[in-house]
């Protein structure tokens, strides 16, 4: 079992899942991403999608995990509209977006926010030279209603995590495809345990510069290596412990548009798929080194095809799920894994879990839980948290309304039940009273979450 040796600061992992805004619904704009172009079209139940994200974070801080909340964004995007030639008043740009082009308006209005894994990227102290927690929001510059997003999360985070004694948030990276950055979805931490330095690993899809990196060619690689290497040099990563792998093409043609949908790890466990990476041997070779060198022997825990096909791993988001150190498990060294709902219903899937469970392996206990919403637009319960490693003095300094409790939980659902609608079609967004819901929506939870100014210039 690893443990804490003497000298090493604790540190907690938080994760910080994403509240799911009241505009959530199904407009097909991920091309490369199965179950979004699958569902378009289909109608959203906005409010359910809000009170399943809310269960899971609920479940896990009962568990006596570190959970919080992380604010929808402002939407309807107003600026983006008038930015793309929508003009008059509000309800008039609502009105010619929706003739013109429904997608541009589902951009403006997307909730795609919610999965948080693609907020940013996150290098917890241990392993940073100036021994700060670094975020480098992500530009998420592949899809146009992404894109919008980084400039209200580089906004959330500095807000959160303000005292720049112990945290340093950078701009996002430039907006141009050879630095295209998809966040935490395609980075990996792995230590001895949270306190102690770690290897980080960035997965990239392809490469601007390097021509002899194959890529795909049907759908897009949403991450590069240039962007990861920047990343690493903000954060001030050393190179030792820093490891870049290529995702495999083959992969990104069948659905994995981001590595977390086929590969997990936690501490020193990397749970994946033996088609997850070009070079899988070189790879595992060399995070095996490193992981020595730390102290910390990976435990690789590698499904193979005749266990479970990658079409499965994708229909069912095996590996879009979060492997969790409970408090239980501080004796035993073991974990939990956290899937959804749709892997007990893949007979594959559930007959490789039930023998994973059976096993002495590192994982003892399975949680189901019920993301269906987040789910048919391809986000599973990995997409819709940020791991944040903090010592007990960050987490201290960060901003505590955001912290979920029980009360917090309870204000949180009935504020969802007051405000979010039931069903949303592409349709609905044209309805300018949507609009000013979600508005009076988000006003009541900047206060709820004691932050006054979050979506102060978002309307203007
Ligand atoms: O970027 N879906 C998201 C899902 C993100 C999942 N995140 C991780 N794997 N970490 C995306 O493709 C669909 C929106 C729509 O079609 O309405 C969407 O944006």
Request: glycine fraction near 6%; proline fraction near 5%; include cysteine.
């Amino acid at each position: 079992m690893l443990s804490i040796r003497p000298g090493q600061p604790a540190a907690i992992e938080f994760n910080f899942d994403g509240l799911v805004g009241p505009s959530h619904h199904y407009a097909g704009l991920s091309y490369g991403n199965l179950a979004s172009s699958q569902n378009i079209g289909s109608v959203a139940n906005p409010k359910q999608a809000a009170l399943q994200g809310l269960d899971k974070m609920r479940m896990l801080a009962t568990r006596g995990l570190k959970q919080a909340v992380l604010p929808p964004q402002a939407r309807p995007n107003f600026r983006l509209l008038r930015q793309l030639g929508f003009s008059g008043s509000d309800a008039h740009v609502l009105a010619c977006a929706h003739r013109s082009s429904p997608a541009l308006l589902s951009c403006a209005y997307s909730a795609s926010s919610m999965w948080t894994a693609n907020m940013a990227t996150v290098s917890p102290s241990a392993d940073t030279m100036d021994g700060r927690v670094h975020f480098t929001p992500a530009n998420l510059n592949n899809k146009l209603h992404r894109a919008q997003e980084h400039v209200q999360a580089t906004q959330t985070l500095r807000a959160l995590f303000r005292d720049e004694r112990y945290f340093a948030v950078h701009d996002a990276l430039p907006s141009t495809p050879a630095l295209s950055d998809e966040g935490a979805a395609n980075h990996t931490r792995l230590c001895a345990n949270h306190g102690a330095a770690g290897v980080e690993i960035f997965v990239y899809g392809r490469s601007e510069f390097n021509a002899q990196a194959k890529t795909p060619t049907q759908f897009p690689a949403r991450q590069t290596l240039e962007a990861s290497q920047a990343i690493a040099r903000l954060h001030g990563l050393h190179e030792k412990r820093t490891l870049y792998i290529q995702q495999n093409p083959a992969v990104i043609e069948l659905g994995v548009f981001h590595n977390d949908v086929i590969a997990v790890g936690h501490q020193n466990v990397l749970f994946y798929h033996e088609d997850a990476f070009v070079d899988e041997s070189t790879a595992i070779t060399n995070l095996q080194r490193m992981m020595n060198q730390m102290g910390a022997p990976l435990h690789a825990l590698r499904v193979n095809n005749t266990q479970v096909s990658v079409r499965d791993a994708v229909g069912s988001y095996l590996f879009n799920s979060q492997l969790l150190s409970l408090p239980k498990h501080k004796e035993n060294g073991k974990m939990a894994l956290l899937v959804p709902h749709e892997c007990q219903e893949n007979p594959r899937v559930a007959a490789y879990l039930a023998g994973l469970i059976a096993s002495d392996g590192p994982i003892d206990e399975l949680i189901s839980v019920d993301l269906r919403q987040s789910m048919r637009n391809g986000g599973g319960p990995a997409c819709l948290r940020l791991r944040i490693v903090l010592s007990d003095e960050e987490a201290a300094a960060m901003h505590q309304g955001v912290v979920m409790t029980e009360t917090l939980y309870a204000t949180l659902i009935a504020w969802v039940e007051k405000h979010y609608r039931d069903r949303l079609s592409q349709e609905d967004l044209a309805d300018p009273l949507l609009a000013i819901e979600i508005q009076t929506a988000l006003e009541e939870l900047a206060k709820i979450l004691d932050l006054p100014g979050l979506y102060e210039h978002a309307y203007v």
